[in-house]
């Protein structure tokens, strides 16, 4: 596998999801079907809160397919669905079968019925598909429903277990629930789930955790709780076996938003309240997936669909079937198990099968176990190209550097706009300077616990869309047409350049180098290494597909690489890893060493064989108790990492993808032709057969260098600072066990055969305008002196038509326009041709080459980024049409409807809300607006601030809900804006207004209002006036279309204003409505509560108005530094504060005031 085997010492059962559900169908049109995959799925919070989220009245299908390598975690998540179909009461035994640990004899009974129940259901797919499940709940192999019936027999068993088992059992929870109620003084992980009340959540959250774990169960009631008595099967058993391997931080509320009981607290807020919190939200969700699935209901059922495997095993195989139809991919579907990936033929090859292609793709925190790079290069080739939306989630909450907010970028290894051209997949946040969803209280929470290793946490929610599918003009092209160019050397030198990145702290002196200031943490993090040299030539083979490189073009650019590789001395440890490398980049046939063609003799162990292949198979045996140095190691060693090596008496080779199982291995087939048949024990850990190690290797590495008999394989620990302890135990080479090559009871080889060809896409030449001037060439990307950013696109057109060759050669000088973010417009008299560049340009600064000889047009233009001009400051707030979908791209959408209301009389509202909208001001905001510079996202903050503020009732003077908008130049009432409520936005941690849009009515309709308008002016104060530059009046013309799509639970009609004009907005200018007509009137049920509002609803669109954040890894956000005080006398510096020298979290004006505080500050001090 393509990922570094690590040493498993603790397995854990991540029973209950760590994370608040999120709604995956936020970046989708309410129109569109939507096939989503779930890699590390967890449990099934979010397919819950997605199918509560969605629009009442929608009928589109939802496909979900739950990816996870834990058993126990589908099982239990099927049972869930299964158990809410049956039933109409949700918070009794349903909710405690899933969340507590311990039962009472009536919930216990529940649950093992239900058990046997699917047990009954569950005897092969063909008869659960029949079942009342099956047409809902769907598997997507024989292997994952028969493991699931494994564990649901195993529940409904449990009970029985000899009397001496299940107190072994019992025995191992509550030490366990001892350690984890003692492990921290304050639980920071669940008080994520309050959002913006995060800081205050933490006491009640964390006395929650406590109790948990103390009492099994979420009971504030004594009795309840002591009633609860019996083990709940459903945590006693997963991939560790019989036992408790329950996540030591598991917390029932984590899944669910605890925002709106703190928010609209009146007093303080107590565990039963949380937790009754919790219950009502779960039961939200019950009856929304009860009535969604019911046999009654008429719309389209949502589909769950369930696979058993490793999240890159699983990828890799619908990959194949994706492109090759292949169902059986030969993948294993998890380390520790020889269970071969197979989908199943009844639900994948069928017309309308399963899909293996998506539209959303969603991979929890996968980052944090497998490394960014090994999650794009698995999820990226199945997401579409074909679906109007198309979005990758990915998530982590560990970081390993000093500060959280800049780990995300650094785990790239590259310059983010660099990657984003080349895999075409950027954030959309980084393109846009904004974030719709909160991070502040994960800002809040990381400052609280800095210098704290023990609480590492840092939440990142990142959305990855093409950066070209924001522009307007280019998404009307089909986005599979992409075409682009890099010079070779240049293109070589980024690539290699990431691989130096990734692979440099191989070398011990290297890794002391680069981590001398963070040293301890970065010991200890090297444990958590993700790639081996296997990742990096899939990710070679992703740029490659992603690119559309023609074979010649690819061979140039591998021929430099591997330039690179041969020339650099500087990374000893490379080559010990250089005939892995070469040989994966041969395997999965992203370039092909002249090496590789070489006759291989058949001498030794090949003596036999019909033909030597290229790559061979080693299958390694090691007994069981050469693992004892593994399995006895202290805690404090660590995770071992581990590798195969094959050594002689001058070479040494490592290998690092390696795959194990427990069992026995034997010789089948002939001398000529051998093949081999393996044996696993189902035991794993717990039983007593040997481990099986397989890997491959270049098969002229035996015949060329040195005699076979010199020659070993070895299992060994990779070389690096956490692995310096196991050298009492084991030799200067970290060998846990070795076999002579030619030992043949110990050592199989076999031939391996080549991997099938996967290459999914092929570019053409994308269209152009109607009356084009010719062809458009490819985009040339170039990289500055050091091959590490980009400089500039540039594009050629061919002058190709009679028409524009006569003009070009009369000297006719074309007009050269960018149109939107990504789009340049070459104009010849009346021909025209747009180009589409692959990312958002600063077409202001373009230059022109005009070859009239050669009859050639080429554009050139920089690159756009955060804080450039043009690019999406041309429009940050795009809504994108492709087809018949019109959806907003920077902005989520969000049902208002789900969303619970903020109590505005609530106690301690100005606290908390007050400090969480202005923190959508970055620290260079606050500085722009001290200085009075004028910046357009800044100014509309400020109104939006104003907004929040008032229409909350946080601010000096009375509530306001009623809007003006005036432009400053002309003094006109260019909109009015209706708040009706103010609602928590749950899954974006945050507060949005549910509100209505009236822009300046035209002369028709305002002579028919004139009078109600002139009332509603002057009534009760009138509305609160905001004043607008022409520059923001301009932003706001823009944001408004994406404030009113995100909340959209209408269909646009066939004449639509934006399709016959072809924009959106309609218009910028003051004084002129940028919006359609086809939500007006709709869905304004909330201007009733006014008796003048009521008059203007036929005329007013819905709106859902949230705050706009900036973006924590592209700049710090909080106070105006100049804004700090010292910590003891609140002065601002003589002249300036000075921060603690130990700690740097405190500032002081003044010697005298730190002598002051020493003996509080003391304690506390830590750095």
Not at 168 to 194: D, E, G, N, P, V
Not at 546 to 572: H, K, V, Y
Not at 832 to 854: C, E
Request: with cysteine; charged share 20%.
């Amino acid at each position: 596998m393509a990922h570094q085997f690590s040493w498993p010492r603790t397995q854990y059962l991540y029973a209950i999801g760590n994370t608040p559900a999120v709604c995956l169908t936020r970046d989708v049109a309410p129109e569109e079907n939507i096939d989503l995959l779930l890699l590390g799925c967890g449990d099934p919070r979010n397919v819950l809160f997605t199918i509560f989220c969605e629009p009442s009245q929608s009928v589109r299908k939802l496909d979900f397919t739950c990816c996870d390598k834990e058993p126990a975690v589908l099982a239990r998540n099927v049972m869930l669905l299964s158990m809410i179909y049956d039933a109409d009461e949700y918070t009794g035994d349903i909710w405690n079968s899933f969340f507590h640990m311990y039962l009472s004899n009536a919930s216990h009974a529940y649950l093992v019925g239900h058990c046997q129940k699917l047990v009954g259901y569950s005897e092969n797919i063909l008869r659960w598909n029949q079942s009342p499940y099956g047409s809902f709940l769907r598997m997507s192999t024989e292997y994952t429903l028969s493991e699931l019936r494994r564990h649901w027999t195993l529940y409904a068993d449990m009970h029985e277990l000899p009397v001496d088992r299940l107190a072994t059992l019992r025995s191992a929870f509550t030490k366990q629930a001892q350690s984890s109620s003692t492990m921290y003084y304050r639980i920071l992980s669940s008080a994520r789930s309050a959002g913006p009340l995060a800081i205050q959540a933490i006491e009640a959250t964390s006395a929650q955790f406590k109790q948990y774990w103390k009492t099994g169960t979420t009971f504030s009631n004594p009795t309840d709780a002591a009633a609860a008595t019996i083990l709940n099967p459903t945590f006693s058993y997963s991939l560790a076996g019989e036992g408790c391997a329950v996540h030591y931080a598991t917390d029932p509320l984590m899944p669910f938003h605890l925002a709106p009981v703190f928010g609209n607290r009146h007093g303080s807020v107590s565990v039963s309240d949380i937790v009754e919190a919790a219950k009502a939200e779960f039961n939200d969700w019950c009856k929304v997936f009860h009535h969604s699935v019911a046999p009654s209901t008429t719309s389209s059922r949502p589909v769950v669909r369930f696979i058993l495997a490793e999240a890159t095993a699983a990828c890799r195989s619908l990959k194949a079937f994706a492109a090759t139809e292949t169902l059986k991919s030969g993948v294993p579907v998890d380390q520790f198990k020889t269970q071969v990936l197979e989908l199943s033929r009844d639900e994948y090859a069928t017309v309308s099968g399963a899909p293996a292609i998506f539209n959303v793709i969603e991979t929890s925190n996968l980052v944090d176990h497998l490394g960014l790079l090994n999650v794009f290069i698995a999820s990226i080739p199945l997401l579409s190209r074909s679906a109007p939306s198309r979005v990758l989630y990915t998530e982590s909450l560990l970081y390993s550097g000093v500060d959280a907010t800049k780990d995300f970028t650094k785990q790239l290894y590259g310059d983010i706009t660099a990657i984003g051209i080349v895999l075409d997949l950027c954030p959309v946040d980084y393109l846009c300077g904004f974030a719709a969803r909160s991070d502040t209280h994960e800002l809040a929470m990381h400052m609280a616990v800095k210098g704290d290793t023990s609480r590492k946490q840092f939440h990142q929610v990142t959305t990855w869309k093409s950066p070209s599918s924001g522009d307007p003009y280019a998404c009307q092209s089909d986005l599979t047409q992409r075409k682009l160019s890099f010079e070779p050397h240049q293109l070589a030198t980024f690539l290699y350049d990431m691989y130096y990145l990734l692979f440099e702290q191989e070398d011990a002196k290297n890794f002391f180098r680069l981590n001398h200031d963070n040293l301890r943490n970065a010991i200890s993090s090297s444990t958590l290494s993700h790639y081996i040299r296997e990742s990096f030539a899939l990710f070679l083979k992703l740029v490659r597909d992603e690119l559309g490189a023609s074979d010649r073009d690819w061979a140039n650019i591998m021929d430099n690489f591997c330039g690179f590789l041969d020339a650099d001395q500087s990374l000893p440890m490379d080559l010990n890893n250089y005939n892995d490398f070469c040989m994966q980049l041969y395997r999965h046939g992203v370039w092909f060493p002249d090496a590789y063609h070489q006759f291989i003799p058949k001498i030794g162990r090949f003596a036999h064989w019909n033909v030597v292949p290229p790559v061979i198979r080693i299958i390694l045996t090691v007994p069981r108790q050469q693992l004892r140095v593994l399995e006895h190691a202290p805690e404090a060693y660590g995770t071992p990492l581990v590798q195969c090596d094959v050594r002689g008496k001058w070479c040494h080779n490592i290998f690092s993808s390696v795959h194990v199982a427990y069992g026995q291995v034997s010789t089948m087939g002939t001398m000529a032709n051998p093949w081999a048949s393996f044996q696993e024990d189902l035991l794993g850990h717990s039983g007593h057969s040997a481990l099986i190690v397989t890997f491959t290797m270049p098969s002229r590495l035996l015949t060329t260098y040195e005699p076979q008999d010199d020659l070993w394989v070895c299992l060994s620990l990779k070389s690096g600072p956490a692995s310096i302890s196991f050298m009492r135990e084991l030799d200067a080479h970290l060998t846990i066990y070795r076999a002579s090559l030619m030992d043949k009871s110990h050592v199989i080889i076999l031939p391996e055969q080549p991997l099938p060809s996967e290459r999914l896409r092929v570019s053409t030449r994308p269209p152009g305008t109607s009356n084009p001037i010719g062809q458009v060439g490819a985009v040339s990307v170039e990289l500055d002196g050091q091959c590490e950013l980009v400089t500039s696109l540039t594009c050629k057109i061919s002058v190709e038509t009679c028409d524009a060759k006569t003009l070009f050669q009369a000297k006719a000088v074309p007009e050269i326009s960018q149109i939107s973010p990504c789009t340049m417009r070459v104009s010849l008299a009346h021909h025209s041709q747009d180009i589409r560049y692959p990312f958002p340009i600063v077409g202001s600064q373009h230059k022109a080459r005009l070859a009239r000889t050669s009859l050639y047009i080429e554009v050139i233009v920089p690159v756009s980024g955060p804080f450039k001009a043009d690019g999406m400051k041309m429009n940050p707030f795009p809504v994108v049409r492709r087809g018949h979908v019109t959806v907003p791209w920077s902005i989520h959408r969000v049902n208002p409807a789900r969303m619970p209301l903020l109590d505005i009389k609530a106690k301690a509202l100005r606290h908390w809300l007050n400090p969480h909208i202005g923190s959508m001001l970055s620290t260079r905001e606050h500085s722009l607006r001290k200085n009075h510079k004028n910046d357009a996202l800044m100014n509309l903050k400020d109104a939006l601030i104003k907004i929040l503020l008032c229409a909350s009732g946080i601010q000096k003077g009375p509530l306001r809900r009623l809007f003006a908008f005036y432009d400053d130049a002309t003094d006109i009432c260019d909109t009015l804006l209706f708040i009706g409520d103010v609602r928590y936005e749950l899954h974006s941690h945050t507060v949005l207004c549910d509100g209505y849009v009236l822009p300046r009515p035209q002369h028709d309709l305002m002579q028919k209002i004139q009078r109600d308008f002139t009332k509603l002016l002057t009534s009760h104060g009138g509305p609160l006036r905001i004043r607008f530059s022409r520059e923001t009046m301009r932003a706001w013309k823009q944001l408004i279309p994406a404030f009113v799509e995100r909340c959209r639970s209408w269909h646009h009609k066939d004449d639509c204003e934006y399709v016959s004009q072809g924009r959106i907005p309609l218009t910028e200018e003051t004084d002129l409505d940028p919006l359609c007509s086809c939500g007006r009137g709709k869905d304004t049920e909330g201007m009733d509560t006014e008796a003048l509002w009521k008059k203007f609803a036929p005329y007013v669109t819905r709106l859902a108005l949230s705050p706009l954040f900036a973006v924590s890894y592209l700049e710090s956000i909080g106070r105006d530094p100049a804004a700090h005080k010292c910590s003891v006398c609140r002065g601002k510096g003589k002249p300036k504060l000075m921060a603690c020298k130990a700690c740097k979290k405190v500032q002081y004006c003044s010697a005298a005031c730190q002598k002051k505080d020493w003996k509080a500050h003391k304690p506390k001090c830590t750095p």
